[in-house]
């Protein structure tokens, strides 16, 4: 009866025990970490001295080494360790299922075996493990190779076990049968736990590759903004590192450990998917007159018009003489010399038109006044009488700074709402559950003009923050703008020194940027060799 009890107290630790590997193997979401946790529990949970675990490839021909562990050789290979090298076992050999080796066999069968010898064991090919014994100077005794199957009954892998030891002597002994059962089960638990964690990281990496896939259909919208979403997560975060280094001064007490590196980084390839609805044509307007087609062109004929106007105004008036009788010289010549007068006036007013016409003319109260007294002219249009610019046209041209209208404007900036109404739509799981905030923040200022929503310095954050400055800095020194040219990084520096005295952006991040050049990677792989001066 007591030996009953002692057998029943023991099943039911066992059972405990197992129950506690499986939750414990549940809970791990690292891939590496989990196979060598599968590893070491079963080797634990048998007294087993080494064990090897083989996980199948995508294509199922071939068993690769993803852990091998062994006491008493002192080895840990695969995992966190680092991969290994040898040689995968194939599943087939000249065509036919390899059933030489028995990790293969169990594999293509799914029994499981159990071999109290190997070096007496018959049917099987143990010459890898005589050499490995023979180099080593170790004695692989007992084996037990188990099949790993997930929740659909597929062998995943391979789970082998070597060298059970008895408790007291640590001698090699077999695997005992009622420990099969158990460390099946395990290998059950096991399986699933991989499956689990492939299907969490599969996952996770087609969302990844979704949002950058949105990201440069976004970017590919226009020729001129290609790669700016990848440039500006790239620049982040290389700040964000560079700041998890820092042990003194005011990032000291700063860390994002993988997680949170891992939500920034979504957060910055997802910080300007609300452009998706902005038109083509203003995020590429390079001049203060185009639309879907350059304005300027259309000025540019008019002008052609006004000159051949008084062509043949001149030439009614030479006409006219020759009518009457009058053919004198120096009429002829006036008539001409007043022409090209008027050609002359026609070709500056068309070259300050063209001047106001670019991004980065700044227009004064002045020239502003000079082009409404030329609008103000008329010419005749099929008998009715036409200004020399449309009001659509002169609005446009008295754009102060940048091509933009205050219109156009509010539609660029609209962007950072709707990448916020966008991303407020998406379940984000705990773990990256700022991303809908620091996306939607990259043109907040600490003073609080920012948009969209006007945040403050004490409403953002420092992720928030580094968005903000890699998007500038990005902007500044990009090359294929059409309505600038790239700034050397110098010139760019100093805007971004000035937006610091404007209370725009966090002065710490901006000088730990320049300090410890943070840029400087970034430039070599994206910049011109002219803009890189410092």
Known sequence: MGIENKNIEMGAFLVKKLTEIGIALSAEKNLSRLLEKIV???????????????IMDEDEERLEFAIVQNDTMKIRMGGEAGPITWQPVPLKKEGKPNFSNVSSY?????????????YEAEGFDFSGTRAFDGGTGYRSKSMLVIPMKNKGNETIGVLQLINALDTETQKPIPFAPEYVDLVASLASQAAVA????????????????FIETIATAIDEKSPYTAGHIRRVQELTIAIAKKMNEQEEGPFKDFFLNNDELHELRLAAWLHDIGKIVTPENIIDKS??????????NLIDTRYEIFKRDIAIKALEEKLALCKVGALEEMEFIRIGQKALEQYSVLE???????????????MDDKKIERLKKIAANKWNYQGTEMPYLTDGEVYNLSIKKGSLTPEERKIIENHSLVTYKMLSKLPFPKKLRHVLKYAAAHHERLDGTGYPFGKKADQL?????IIAIADIFEALTAKDRPYKKPMSISTALDVLDSLRKSGHIDGDILDLFIKEKVYAEYADRELDPFQIDC
């Open 348 to 362: 500056e007013e068309k070259e300050f038109i063209k001047t106001c016409n670019k991004s980065g003319e700044f």
């Open 287 to 296: 001049t203060k007159l185009e639309k879907v087609f350059d304005l300027a």
């Open 461 to 465: 954050s420092y992720p928030e923050r």
């Open 194 to 209: 991989i499956t689990n964690v492939r299907l969490y990281r599969d996952l996770e990496r087609l969302f990844e590759s």
């Open 40 to 54: 070491e529990e079963s080797r634990n949970f048998s007294n087993a001295d080494a064990g090897t675990l083989y």
């Open 106 to 118: 169990v594999a293509i069968t799914g029994t499981i075996v159990n071999i109290p010898d190997v």
